[in-house]
């Protein structure tokens, strides 16, 4: 069964620091989704892709996060600089035409800032 | 914007049957409801999805009342393994992009034996 694959898994990084996170999504899906899950919460929607653009990113933090998902394919989330409040799981999902399909998600990134 | 609420928390034993029921009263016409299972350190995992009345698959059941205020998720005969977390979504129309998906805290079901 094909899955979403991200990397890394586990990252480790001081405050201030840039860190970049990888999601490649399940062949063919044409909808990629950046979720942030908060210890004890659910997951947070930070940007939508269709393709290569973006369709709804008002829940990102602009002014440290971007995303790209330049081929409209796999898809890069960068923060810069961290801070202590980003610590927490960065999910990716991927879907296969539209926001109204199954999202698949990949197994995270459990980001922790010192 | 379609907001749920649902059981913090739940808990039951292995081979009864779970009922989770998540309301939704401000459901728009064109929603779907969408449940999601979540294991510690692993990301949701789709199991079900609903429009209308009844759905049924090979995990779950999901009953859907006519004013579809609300939705129950029944999980028949649980075992140890289905000890998670479990999402109710309805989707936001309201939305520019169509349909993003709201998770909220979610219930954290424990099943003992």
């Known amino acids: 069964e094909a899955e979403v694959a991200q990397s890394p898994r586990y990252k480790i990084t001081e405050k201030s620091q840039a860190v970049a996170f990888w999601c490649d999504p399940i062949?063919?899906?044409?909808?990629l989704y950046w979720y942030r899950q908060i210890l004890g919460q659910g997951p947070e929607l930070l940007v939508q892709?269709?393709?290569?653009?973006?369709?709804?990113d008002s829940q990102l933090p602009k002014d440290r996060f971007s995303a790209e998902r330049l081929k409209g394919v796999d898809s890069t989330l960068k923060i810069q600089p961290a801070e202590l409040g980003d610590s927490a799981m960065y999910l990716c999902?991927?879907?296969?035409?539209?926001?109204?399909?199954?999202?698949?998600f990949g197994p995270g990134t459990r980001l922790t800032v010192l | 914007l379609a907001k749920t609420t649902q059981p913090i928390s739940m808990d039951s034993y292995e081979g009864q049957e779970v009922n989770i029921t998540c309301s939704h009263n401000?459901?728009?016409?064109?929603?779907?409801i969408t449940w999601y299972q979540q294991f510690p350190s692993q990301g949701p995992r789709f199991i079900i999805q609903?429009?209308?009345t009844k759905v049924t698959n090979e995990v779950a059941s999901l009953f859907i009342p006519a004013d579809r205020k609300s939705s129950t998720l029944s999980l028949p005969r649980v075992s140890l393994s289905d000890t998670a977390v479990y999402y109710c979504?309805?989707?936001?129309?309201?939305?520019?992009?169509?349909?993003?998906?709201?998770f909220g805290k979610g219930t954290s079901l424990l099943v003992t034996p």
């Open positions: 999902a991927s879907s296969l035409r539209d926001f109204t399909d199954t999202q698949y």
């Open positions: 979504l309805v989707g936001d129309s309201r939305l520019n992009s169509g349909y993003a998906l709201n």
């Open positions: 401000n459901i728009a016409t064109n929603d779907y």
């Open positions: 892709f269709q393709d290569e653009s973006v369709v709804d």
């Open positions: 062949s063919g899906h044409a909808t």
């Open positions: 609903g429009y209308k």
